[in-house]
C-alpha cells in the first residue's frame, strides 16, 4: 500500500502542467482560449451533476449505478418485432438508449472546462464546482458509476453488452486530464484524490482483465486505438509505469502496423459509411496516445515502421483534407459529413510535436465548439490547455 501511494503521488506531479511546457509563441493557447473557456464555465456553474443514476433503462441487464448503452447501428429486424436486432453501418438507431452516454458526454464537457477555468482566471469557484462532479461520479455510493462497462454497447436479441462498448469512455480521458488540476486547485482532499484514482485503477483493471476489455483490446480499428489511448490516460493519472510501457509497444507493433497505409492513409477507417469522420476520429485518438505516452516514456512522435509508417505520415495524409474538405477522395459520410472538421488535436498536436505552424495555423481557425450530438460523441479533447 505504501508503495502505491508513492506512485500515485508521483503521478500527481507528473500531470500538473508546467511552465516549461508553454507553446510557442505563434499559438498563445491562454490568450486563444480564455474569452471562451470561461463563457462556457460560467454556464457549467449553474449546472448540478447528473451521473449514471439520473436514468434507468428498462432493456438494461445491469444494476441502478451500470453504465449503459446501446450498439449505435442496430436496429430492429423488419421481419418481426421479436426477432434480434439487424446491423445498418453508418445508421444511427434514433431510438436506442442514450441517456448514460449523454451524461458522461455532459461531464466530459463540464469537468475539463471548469479545470481549464480554474487555470487561466486562478479563481477557485471553478475547480470547486468541479470537484462536486467528481465526487457524484467516483467517490458518492448513491450516485457513482461503477468502474466497468460490462453492459455498454448492447444489442437486442443478441448481447447484454460488448466490448465495442468500452469506446463510450473516451470521454472520461479529458476528464482523467483534468482530476489534478481540480485537485491541485484545493478542491479536493489528498484522500478524495486517491479514492478517484483507486476508481480509474479498478476501471483499469477491468478494462485489461475483463472478457469485454480483452476483446476490445483485440480489434483491429478505431476501436483498438480508443481502448489504448484511454489505458494511457488512465495509467498517467494513477501512475501505472507498466501499462504506460505496455501502451507504447501496442503502438509500435500492433496499432502502427495494422491502421496505417505506407501512404499515411488509415484503410481500415476508409472502408467505412462514414470514412472522412472515421479518419478524423482515429486520428485524433492516435495523437492523444502519442501525446500522452511520449509525455510518460518513449516519443511516439518519431516512431516509424521499417517502410515509413508512423503517426507524422497520418496527419500529412489527412490535412490537405482538412484544410479543403472538397478534395478528398471517397464519397461523402452518409451522416453527419457537413459537421466536420473542427479543431482536431491531430493538427495541435501534430503541429506542436512537428513545428509544423501550417498545422497550427489550421487548427485555430476550426470551429472549437459543437452542438451537434454526434460531433460531440466524437471529438473528445477540447481543452487544449490542459494538454500544452
Same mark, same amino acid.
Given at each position: 500500500?505504501?508503495?502505491?501511494?508513492?506512485?500515485?503521488?508521483?503521478?500527481?506531479?507528473?500531470?500538473?502542467?508546467?511552465? $516549461?511546457?508553454?507553446?510557442?509563441?505563434?499559438?498563445?493557447?491562454?490568450?486563444? !482560449?480564455?474569452?471562451?473557456?470561461?463563457?462556457?464555465?460560467?454556464?457549467?456553474?449553474?449546472?448540478?451533476?447528473?451521473?449514471?443514476?439520473?436514468?434507468?433503462?428498462?432493456?438494461?441487464?445491469?444494476?441502478?449505478?451500470?453504465?449503459?448503452?446501446?450498439?449505435?447501428?442496430?436496429?430492429?429486424?423488419?421481419? &418481426?418485432?421479436? %426477432?434480434?436486432?439487424?446491423?445498418?453501418?453508418?445508421?444511427?438507431?434514433?431510438?436506442?438508449?442514450? !441517456?448514460?452516454?449523454?451524461?458522461?458526454?455532459?461531464? $466530459?464537457?463540464?469537468?475539463?472546462?471548469?479545470?481549464?477555468?480554474?487555470?487561466?482566471?486562478?479563481?477557485?469557484?471553478?475547480?470547486?464546482?468541479?470537484?462536486? *462532479?467528481?465526487?457524484?461520479?467516483?467517490?458518492?455510493?448513491?450516485?457513482?458509476?461503477?468502474?466497468?462497462?460490462?453492459?455498454?454497447?448492447?444489442?437486442?436479441?443478441?448481447?447484454?453488452?460488448?466490448?465495442? &462498448?468500452?469506446?463510450?469512455?473516451? *470521454? %472520461?480521458?479529458?476528464?482523467?486530464?483534468?482530476?489534478?488540476?481540480?485537485?491541485?486547485?484545493?478542491?479536493?482532499?489528498? $484522500?478524495?484524490?486517491?479514492?478517484?484514482?483507486?476508481?480509474?485503477?479498478?476501471?483499469?483493471?477491468?478494462?485489461?482483465?475483463?472478457?469485454?476489455?480483452?476483446?476490445?483490446?483485440?480489434?483491429?480499428? +478505431? *476501436?483498438?486505438?480508443?481502448?489504448?489511448?484511454?489505458?494511457?490516460?488512465?495509467?498517467?493519472?494513477? &501512475?501505472?509505469?507498466?501499462?504506460?510501457?505496455?501502451?507504447?509497444?501496442?503502438?509500435?507493433?500492433?496499432?502502427?502496423?495494422?491502421?496505417?497505409?505506407?501512404?499515411? $492513409?488509415?484503410?481500415?477507417?476508409?472502408?467505412?459509411?462514414?470514412?472522412?469522420?472515421?479518419?478524423?476520429? +482515429?486520428?485524433?485518438?492516435?495523437?492523444?496516445?502519442?501525446?500522452?505516452?511520449?509525455? +510518460?516514456?518513449?516519443?511516439?512522435?518519431?516512431?516509424?515502421?521499417?517502410?515509413?509508417?508512423?503517426?507524422?505520415?497520418?496527419?500529412?495524409?489527412?490535412?490537405?483534407?482538412?484544410? #479543403?474538405?472538397?478534395?478528398?477522395?471517397?464519397?461523402?459520410?452518409?451522416?453527419?459529413?457537413?459537421?466536420?472538421?473542427?479543431? *482536431?488535436?491531430?493538427?495541435?498536436?501534430?503541429?506542436?510535436?512537428?513545428?509544423?505552424? #501550417?498545422?497550427?495555423?489550421?487548427?485555430?481557425? %476550426?470551429?472549437?465548439?459543437?452542438?451537434?450530438?454526434?460531433?460531440?460523441?466524437?471529438?473528445?479533447?477540447?481543452?487544449?490547455? %490542459?494538454?500544452?
Amino acid at each position: 500500500m505504501v508503495r502505491r501511494r508513492c506512485i500515485l503521488k508521483a503521478a500527481t506531479l507528473a500531470l500538473i502542467p508546467s511552465a $516549461s511546457e508553454a507553446a510557442p509563441r505563434s499559438l498563445d493557447i491562454s490568450s486563444l !482560449e480564455r474569452a471562451r473557456v470561461l463563457a462556457d464555465a460560467g454556464k457549467y456553474l449553474l449546472l448540478k451533476p447528473a451521473t449514471v443514476t439520473a436514468a434507468r433503462s428498462p432493456r438494461s441487464a445491469g444494476g441502478r449505478n451500470d453504465f449503459f448503452s446501446e450498439g449505435d447501428y442496430w436496429w430492429p429486424d423488419p421481419k &418481426g418485432a421479436d %426477432l434480434p436486432y439487424v446491423r445498418r453501418d453508418g445508421m444511427t438507431n434514433p431510438a436506442n438508449f442514450v !441517456e448514460h452516454r449523454n451524461v458522461l458526454m455532459r461531464v $466530459s464537457q463540464e469537468v475539463p472546462a471548469l479545470a481549464a477555468a480554474s487555470l487561466l482566471s486562478k479563481d477557485r469557484k471553478y475547480a470547486a464546482h468541479a470537484a462536486a *462532479h467528481l465526487r457524484a461520479w467516483f467517490l458518492d455510493s448513491a450516485t457513482r458509476m461503477n468502474p466497468n462497462l460490462q453492459y455498454a454497447q448492447a444489442i437486442q436479441g443478441r448481447s447484454t453488452g460488448r466490448g465495442t &462498448g468500452i469506446i463510450d469512455t473516451i *470521454h %472520461l480521458v479529458e476528464v482523467a486530464r483534468a482530476i489534478p488540476v481540480v485537485a491541485k486547485a484545493g478542491a479536493l482532499s489528498k $484522500s478524495e484524490f486517491a479514492a478517484i484514482q483507486g476508481w480509474f485503477a479498478s476501471y483499469l483493471d477491468w478494462m485489461t482483465t475483463s472478457k469485454n476489455g480483452i476483446e476490445e483490446r483485440d480489434t483491429k480499428n +478505431n *476501436h483498438a486505438t480508443c481502448w489504448v489511448m484511454q489505458v494511457a490516460a488512465f495509467a498517467e493519472l494513477t &501512475g501505472n509505469q507498466k501499462l504506460m510501457a505496455d501502451c507504447a509497444n501496442r503502438f509500435k507493433t500492433l496499432i502502427v502496423p495494422d491502421q496505417i497505409g505506407t501512404d499515411g $492513409s488509415q484503410p481500415l477507417e476508409m472502408s467505412r459509411t462514414k470514412p472522412y469522420g472515421y479518419c478524423l476520429f +482515429n486520428l485524433d485518438a492516435l495523437t492523444t496516445l502519442c501525446q500522452i505516452v511520449s509525455r +510518460n516514456g518513449e516519443d511516439l512522435w518519431k516512431f516509424e515502421t521499417a517502410d515509413g509508417r508512423g503517426i507524422r505520415k497520418a496527419i500529412e495524409f489527412m490535412f490537405p483534407f482538412i484544410a #479543403d474538405k472538397k478534395q478528398w477522395r471517397l464519397p461523402p459520410d452518409v451522416m453527419y459529413f457537413d459537421e466536420w472538421p473542427m479543431r *482536431h488535436t491531430s493538427l495541435l498536436f501534430g503541429g506542436l510535436a512537428y513545428g509544423r505552424q #501550417d498545422y497550427l495555423d489550421l487548427w485555430k481557425k %476550426l470551429p472549437a465548439n459543437s452542438k451537434v450530438e454526434e460531433v460531440i460523441r466524437n471529438f473528445f479533447i477540447r481543452q487544449p490547455i %490542459l494538454w500544452t
